[in-house]
C-alpha cells in the first residue's frame, strides 16, 4: 500500500493532566486503538478464532517519542504503518498530527500468539492470509520489512 492507514482521535478530558495537555500514557492506548482500527480495515482482529484454536496479538514492546504537546478537544490524525513484519511478530508505527504539525511517533511490537484459557499464551506463525493482509500494510520503501513478509 502506498499510504499509511489513517484515522482521527479527539483528545478527550480523561486523557489530559492537571495541565490540560495529554497525558504520555494516553498515546499508547491511542495507539492500540489505531490497531485495532487498522485490523478491522483489513478484515482481520486482534483476538481470532482459527481451525488450531484462538489466537491473539500480545504486546512485547511499546515505545512513543514526544514532540508537540495536545490538550482537551484537539484532533489528532493518527496514521498506521507496518515497519516489520517477521514470521511470528508485527510491528507498528504510529504518526501523530495535529493541524499538519508532529505532536508524537511511536511503535509497538505485537506477537502472534495460540491462547487458551489455561495455558500462558504460545508464540506461533502468523496465519498466512493474516500475514498477507498486514504485508499491504508495509510502509513504502521499508526493504527490511518487505524482505521478511
Do not use: W
Not at 499491504?136 to 524482505?147: K, N
Amino acid at each position: 500500500m502506498s499510504t499509511p492507514f489513517q484515522t482521527t482521535r479527539l483528545v478527550e478530558f480523561h486523557d489530559t493532566d492537571m495541565a490540560g495537555i495529554m497525558h504520555f500514557t494516553s498515546f499508547f492506548k491511542y495507539m492500540e486503538s489505531a490497531e485495532h482500527e487498522l485490523l478491522r480495515h483489513l478484515g482481520l482482529s486482534v483476538y481470532s478464532e482459527t481451525e488450531a484454536g484462538p489466537i491473539s496479538f500480545p504486546r512485547v514492546s511499546a515505545r512513543c517519542d514526544f514532540q508537540t504537546p495536545v490538550r482537551c478537544e484537539d484532533v489528532m490524525e493518527i496514521e498506521v504503518s507496518v515497519v516489520r513484519l517477521g514470521e511470528k511478530s508485527v510491528t507498528y508505527e504510529f504518526v501523530f498530527n495535529h493541524d499538519a504539525e508532529p505532536v508524537a511517533v511511536g511503535q509497538m511490537t505485537c506477537v502472534c500468539c495460540q491462547v487458551a484459557s489455561d495455558d500462558a499464551p504460545q508464540s506461533i506463525p502468523i496465519p498466512s492470509d493474516v500475514a498477507e493482509k498486514l504485508a499491504a500494510m508495509v510502509a513504502p520503501g521499508d526493504a527490511e520489512a518487505a524482505d521478511e513478509a
